[in-house]
């Protein structure tokens, strides 16, 4: 395509405020970082929200006419539309026209499409979904996996998961030597379900990593851990409490400021600390969850996601490639491999 910088496919269609907001979020990315944008879907849709005085350079529209809903079986709906937004998107990063994926549509059929046209890194027995959390410590994230690509995980997936885990952990969020926790009932080593005993004996034996024991639930936002891991069931229930959580903060914070003058005063003089706590809450400046364990770089994002988490998640992903994750991940070929246990 010759361009330079990194290339973004866009799933212009994927989330509910397609293309609108997809589209704004991407073009905000294009203005603030060294991004070439490829937007995927009904060109006419999207040329319709692209404002007359922006900037065309550095933006593609890649043709796609049909969309996989909400409602859709996610394996049959990849299969059966061969050209929906979402797979021609995907078959860019596949043949080398992208660098990376974002979606923000059906994320079964995002990771469905990923595993069928990408496929799995060698050693890798399942893909997980990663996200990160804020924590008490400012600066100081939380990386959870796996947040609902595998509702069971054998004790050797939650191993594979610390791996990707701590290599993205620390090439992307710049953590010299992460911390992993296994997300558990109690703090001891034998604690938890079979599984999860086995799943803590790979993790203290596994030399890659620095595991620093189990994680129970009030450890998840402390900061003490900088990657915990468990299965996709749990990872999806702490997900959605976790953004409910943050959204109840917020709200009782806007109901309990004084009303009349005095509130418009305390407000006005509280608005940047009010600021603060929201980019330190809302899950959109965090902008999407990356796919880890696929061969690509694969970031889905929630369904509702508008203008400012599209921006953050095209800047994770362009992270991510200039930081080389997957090559890192490519390289624990030999580390990865071995049967499930």
């Not at 404002?51 to 593609?60: D, F, M, Q, T, Y």
């Amino acid at each position: 395509m010759g361009t330079t910088g990194v290339r973004i496919a866009i799933d212009a269609m994927g989330g509910d405020y397609a293309p609108a907001e997809i589209v704004a979020g991407a073009l905000r990315a294009k203005e603030e970082l060294d991004v070439h944008i490829l937007l995927v879907g009904d060109p006419q849709q999207i040329e319709a929200v692209i404002p007359l005085k922006s900037n065309r350079l550095g933006i593609e529209i890649v043709p796609a006419r049909e969309t996989i809903g909400m409602d859709e079986e996610p394996l049959n709906a990849v299969r059966r539309k061969r050209g929906a937004s979402v797979n021609v998107a995907m078959d860019l990063v596949k043949n080398n026209q992208a660098d990376a994926i974002f979606s923000a549509g059906h994320s079964g059929a995002a990771m469905a499409s990923a595993l069928l046209r990408l496929g799995r890194l060698p050693g890798i027995d399942r893909p997980a979904i990663g996200t990160v959390f804020p924590t008490i410590k400012a600066g100081k994230p939380v990386l959870i996996l796996d947040v609902g690509a595998n509702v069971d995980c054998r004790p050797k997936f939650l191993e594979q998961f610390a791996v990707m885990g701590s290599i993205y952990s620390q090439y992307v969020l710049g953590i010299s030597e992460p911390k992993v926790g296994l997300l558990n009932i109690g703090e001891e080593d034998n604690k938890g379900n079979e599984a999860a005993v086995r799943a803590h004996e790979l993790l203290r034996e596994n030399t890659q990593i620095n595991f620093s024991g189990n994680a129970e639930g009030r450890d998840v936002l402390s900061g003490e851990f900088d990657v915990i891991v468990c299965d996709g069931f749990v990872g999806n229930v702490l997900l959605k409490f976790a953004e409910a959580v943050g959204g109840v903060i917020l709200q009782i914070l806007r109901e309990e400021l004084p009303q009349g003058i005095r509130g418009q005063i305390g407000t006005a003089i509280l608005k940047p600390n009010l600021k603060r706590v929201k980019q330190r809450m809302d899950h959109a400046e965090h902008g999407g969850a990356l796919l880890l364990g696929v061969n690509g770089i694969c970031f889905i994002g929630h369904g509702s996601s508008q203008a400012p988490s599209i921006f953050s998640a095209i800047r994770m992903a362009k992270e991510a490639v200039d930081n080389q994750v997957l090559e890192r991940l490519q390289s624990k070929y030999e580390v990865l491999q071995g049967e499930p246990q």
